[in-house]
Structures are given as structure tokens and as C-alpha cells.
């Protein structure tokens, strides 16, 4: 473990060093810091797991502020603060935003495991990146909590991403070069009058 934040310490300190003004070296900075999970929420509290998919706790929890999928949440990021809730050990609904990157989702856990659909009287649909499956964190507090965690999945993508390889497809370099590829292949219709005569 120790030698895992090394490692991701010394990488992503290079890429700033290197140059973090160019998309190669961001998307790096960026891979390396959705590895680690370290937030602080507000709620009724409680204690709440995850193992990759598998989720069980007893929690109401709000993250208001820190690091969570690549992204630093602060306490005026409310529209973007996310979300956990399980009750009563059996069922439970968990989202998380980053749509920039695709890492956003939203879970609902019946016994533990994720639901493919989300049941009746839920309106919003269930949405799993591949992220999401390879994430492990504990949440415990009561008023304030803590939530500290980790991804194997986004290690191993942050070491793919130095030879050119998007795992998880949240490069915002690949991202925004598919949706200007996108553009461009759907031109806009012409909208000018034709000439006179024609």
C-alpha cells in the first residue's frame, strides 16, 4: 500500500514538473487523483462500506468537502455535493457526480448488491461506470463524517493513461476530441437563401 502512494506520488509529481499546462499531463494529474477517496460529509451520520459493487451500512450522509473521484468538492459546490443513504442494513441508494468525466452514478442496493433498475416509486434511472465497480471506501460519523477509500481500477488506468491507453475513458483530452470528431462529422444545415436565378 505504501509503495502504491509512492509510486502515485512521484508520477503525478512529475507531470506537474513536466509541464501540467499541456491536456497529456492534466488527464494524468487528473487519472492519478481519482485513486484516492478522502471526504468529509454532514448528516445524521452513521457507518456505511464498499467493496466494489457491494454496499451495506447505516448511513445518511451529505460529502460536503475533499477529494473524490478526481474531483475536490467544497463546501460551495452544494449542486454538486454527493449523496449517500442506506437504511436499515438491507436497502439503500448511493450517487455520486462527475459528469465531466463520466464518473458519475447512482445506485440502489437492495441486500448489499446494486439493482440493474432502479425499483418503483424511484424516478431517476441506475447508471454504473465501469469506475464505479473497482472502488472501495469506508464512511463513519455521527453530525460529521469521514469517508476514506480507494480504486485498484483507477491505479491501473492512471498507469495505462502513460502509454496513450484511456481504461476508463475519462481522458477530458480524449473527451472533448470525440465530441469535436462528433461536430464535425454532422455539419450544420445551410441555412443562406440560394442565389438569384437558381
Keep these: 500500500m505504501k509503495k502504491l502512494i509512492n509510486i502515485t506520488i512521484l ?30 460529509g454532514k448528516g445524521v451520520g452513521g457507518v456505511k462500506t464498499r467493496l466494489g459493487p457491494l454496499g451495506i ?3 445518511d450522509n ?14 460551495c459546490d452544494n449542486p454538486k ?3 449517500q443513504f442506506y437504511l436499515l442494513l438491507l436497502s439503500g441508494e448511493e450517487s455520486k457526480i462527475g459528469i465531466e468525466r463520466n464518473k458519475s ?16 416509486p424511484f424516478a431517476a434511472a441506475n447508471r454504473y461506470p465501469a469506475c464505479y ?7 463513519v460519523g455521527l453530525g460529521r463524517s469521514l469517508t476514506l477509500g480507494i480504486n485498484p481500477g483507477e491505479f491501473i488506468d492512471f498507469l495505462l493513461g502513460w502509454v496513450g491507453l484511456d481504461m476508463y475513458g475519462d481522458d477530458l483530452s480524449r ?21 438569384p436565378g437558381r
Design 81 to 83: 455535493a454527493q449523496d
Design 105 to 120: 452514478y447512482r445506485a440502489f442496493y437492495v441486500l448489499g448488491v446494486p439493482l440493474p433498475v432502479t425499483p418503483l
Design 133 to 139: 465497480f473497482t472502488q472501495f471506501d469506508l464512511t
Design 175 to 195: 473527451i472533448r476530441d470525440c465530441k469535436s470528431d462528433s461536430k464535425s462529422n454532422h455539419p450544420a444545415h445551410a441555412t443562406a437563401k440560394p442565389a
Design 62 to 75: 451529505r460529502e460536503i468537502m475533499g477529494l473524490r473521484s478526481g474531483e475536490f468538492i467544497t463546501p
Design 11 to 40: 508520477l503525478s509529481g512529475l507531470a506537474c514538473m513536466t509541464g501540467c499546462a499541456t491536456s497529456y499531463m492534466m488527464d494524468r494529474r487528473d487519472d492519478a487523483a481519482d485513486i484516492f477517496t478522502c471526504t468529509v
Design 57 to 59: 451500512g447505516l448511513l
